[in-house]
């Protein structure tokens, strides 16, 4: 597809259950982004991910969350015995390279984002 | 580290009328990136516009243009001509431009109403 794609656009799942979550970022964009943004806040940032590069992880809030990324591909986002404080919408970004002059335009393109609900 | 701050957390406008969307971030670095991206209720992120920190021309597109003022680590949004479609969440975002500084960060968001 032309855009970022994610699924699923909406989960709703029990505390303590795992929960994956899907990015496919547009095809040949290098760096890849994941954001939470809780409802009426900002964008929190969670983790980054530049082509082979080790990913920065520095915004996850705790050891339940992970993510991959195989080569310049398909992510997951992986929340483990989810709690009700993880309520929030899950969104994708990517663009070209990470940073630099040379990644021309700076921008980050966005998926729609995947809501999820812990009941 | 980087801060964006958007002190207004709502705002509205009349139709055809002009608002303007204030924005201040805080940084060490010379070479940046400065972001206004829109939010409906869609949820997706649209890109807004987009300012160059080296480039002393204030962006515009369109109906939308940008008050950089970098020594005053300051970058407001002024939207002419205000249409019903542009009522979303707004938000301010830096980035980085050096080799090893990449993220996005944003600062909490302005939600525009826009009044018949």
């Known amino acids: 597809g032309a855009g970022v794609s994610q699924s699923p656009s909406n989960k709703v799942t029990e505390k303590g259950k795992d929960v994956e979550l899907r990015c496919d970022p547009i095809?040949?964009?290098?760096?890849l982004y994941w954001y939470r943004q809780r409802l009426g806040q900002g964008l929190e940032f969670l983790i980054y991910f530049q082509g082979n590069s080790a990913p920065d992880k520095s915004g996850l809030p705790s050891d339940r969350f992970s993510a991959e990324r195989t080569g310049e591909s398909v992510s997951t986002l992986t929340i483990q015995r989810t709690q009700q404080e993880d309520s929030a919408v899950y969104l994708c970004?990517?663009?070209?390279?990470?940073?630099?002059?040379?990644?021309?335009?700076?921008?980050?393109?966005f998926g729609e984002g995947s809501r999820l609900t812990v009941l | 580290a980087q801060t964006v701050t958007q002190s207004q957390p709502e705002m509205s406008v009349q139709e055809a009328e002009t608002v303007t969307l204030s924005c201040t971030y805080d940084t060490s670095e010379s070479d940046y990136y400065l972001f206004w991206y829109k939010q409906p209720p869609s949820r997706q992120m649209i890109l807004v516009i987009r300012q160059e920190a080296y480039k002393q021309q204030n962006a515009t597109e369109n109906r939308f243009s940008v008050n950089f003022q970098k020594a005053a680590k300051s970058f407001s949004l002024k939207i002419s001509d205000s249409q019903l479609g542009d009522a979303a969440m707004y938000f301010c975002a830096y980035r980085s431009a050096k080799t090893s500084g990449s993220r996005l960060t944003f600062g909490e968001g302005t939600q525009l109403t826009v009044n018949p």
């Open positions: 970004a990517s663009s070209l390279r990470g940073s630099g002059r040379t990644s021309s335009t700076g921008e980050l393109f």
């Open positions: 095809s040949g964009h290098t760096a």
